[in-house]
């Protein structure tokens, strides 16, 4: 396969043309008049090169980046990346003083995690009634990215109190979800490869593709185990955020994109996915004299990048941990799960298995 030429081929390629022309041009150190034209005409050659390859490698999926791959999907494909997105959730507003009033949309309400404000805005207008003692109201978080996904039980701080019932209180009863920073590169082509087996709509891939279009959803699994051919049933499709956690906010709006993804009749029941945390055990066997404490930062990150893309219902790999492992160094010459000791299956569909990188142990042996 050919190669491009580099700077000194080029200089070496205008050199020997030169000569060929005129063979008494024989000056050629460095600093004088031909070595400093031929140099630069080298370096306008090389640069021109360059620009070239990146043409080219815009035109392809595979090799594209940033905006040329925003222009690739969009012209080709009509098709755009993700934006970073805010959680969303859903609050319960509990009445303290008598009588019906209204909370307006725009209501800002606030968690507190490790000591930082995150603030959420109701997303629409909401009411209790004289005789009603609490209301559910969707909320979506005022700034985008993972801030946003917190802990239930977070959300209870009213900032914006309703004249009509100043001591409110508040609380979420669900995981703020949805919360992403722009979709990656390499998220957005494995986005741009399901396009074409997405066109029919209605099939697996075209409502997984559909589900991940959905801006804060990174993983989608979907399940067909609940059609009965004489009974109907649905088709169940798991969502999660960048954690593998979604909530019900979430997943209504999944279930509102595949509206237009789905097949007529078919019934898309779409469920809010749940972390599943697993314990893993690593014995590593290295080259003696080795940098143990690299080779446990390059490992750990390894194992976690492998776990972190799991689908919801996918199953864990033990080969493949070890896999990540090795690939990390010719320093790790073996690479053993200890525990588990056979590969992770979630205990309900709609869970992602994940590791926490305080769950991660690795032993190291010199040999």
Not at 106 to 113: D, H, K, N, S, Y
Not at 295 to 310: G, K, N
């Amino acid at each position: 396969m050919a190669t491009l030429p580099t700077w000194q081929e080029l200089y070496d390629a205008a050199r020997t043309e030169v000569q060929a022309r005129n063979a008494e041009l024989t000056d050629w150190t460095e600093g004088s008049v031909l070595d400093a034209l031929t140099g630069g005409g080298a370096v306008l050659a090389d640069e021109v090169i360059r620009v070239l390859v990146a043409l080219f490698a815009a035109q392809f999926v595979d090799t594209a980046s940033g905006s040329d791959l925003d222009a690739l999907a969009a012209d080709r494909f009509g098709l755009s990346r993700n934006a970073a997105s805010s959680a969303v959730g859903t609050i319960t507003w509990t009445r303290d003083a008598a009588g019906a009033y209204a909370i307006p949309a725009g209501t800002r309400v606030r968690a507190t995690v490790n000591g930082q404000s995150v603030t959420f805005t109701t997303d629409s207008d909401a009411s209790l009634g004289a005789s009603d003692s609490s209301v559910d109201i969707d909320v979506t978080c005022s700034t985008t990215g993972p801030t946003g996904n917190v802990a239930a039980g977070t959300l209870t701080t009213v900032v914006d109190t309703v004249v009509a019932d100043p001591s409110a209180t508040i609380t979420n009863a669900e995981r703020a979800t949805g919360g992403a920073v722009e979709e990656t590169d390499a998220a957005f082509r494995d986005r741009i490869r399901r396009y074409f087996t997405s066109l029919r709509k209605g099939t697996v891939e075209a409502l997984k593709a559909g589900a991940l279009s959905v801006a804060g959803v990174s993983y989608a699994t979907v399940n067909e185990s609940y059609i009965d051919p004489d009974d109907g049933g649905y088709v169940a499709v798991y969502v999660g955020d960048p954690d593998g956690r979604g909530n019900t906010a979430l997943a209504a709006l999944v279930e509102t994109e595949l509206e237009d993804w789905r097949a007529a009749g078919v019934y898309v029941q779409v469920l809010a996915a749940a972390r599943e945390e697993v314990s893993l055990a690593l014995t590593l066997r290295v080259t003696r004299g080795a940098d143990t404490a690299t080779l446990a930062a390059s490992v750990r990150a390894a194992v976690l990048a492998y776990t972190d893309q799991l689908d919801p219902n996918e199953t864990l790999y033990l080969s493949q941990v070890e896999h990540a492992a090795l690939g990390v160094s010719e320093d790790v010459l073996d690479a053993e799960v200890t525990s588990p000791t056979s590969n992770e299956t979630p205990s309900s569909p709609q869970n992602a298995l994940r590791v926490a990188a305080g769950d991660l142990s690795l032993t190291w042996v010199e040999v």
